[in-house]
């Protein structure tokens, strides 16, 4: 079991990294679509984050980009 105070700053690092994220994708800058990715993790945990992202992409999609892959990598 995770202590209130980790919970709380895993939230504030996701939700800064999908801030970030958003605010480089309207900047020319690369790799903004990782950070919102990253902070999506960061914010729901892996799982449900996978299956989050799942819904979204939908299921080809997801097998093709090996989305699950690369969040079990982070």
Known sequence: MKKP??????KIIGVTLILVGILSYVLPVPGS?????????WLLGRNKAGRFLKKVFGEKVFKLLKIKNAIKKI
């Open 5 to 10: 105070e980790l919970i709380t700053i895993h």
């Open 33 to 41: 679509t990782l950070l919102v990715v990253l902070g999506i993790v």
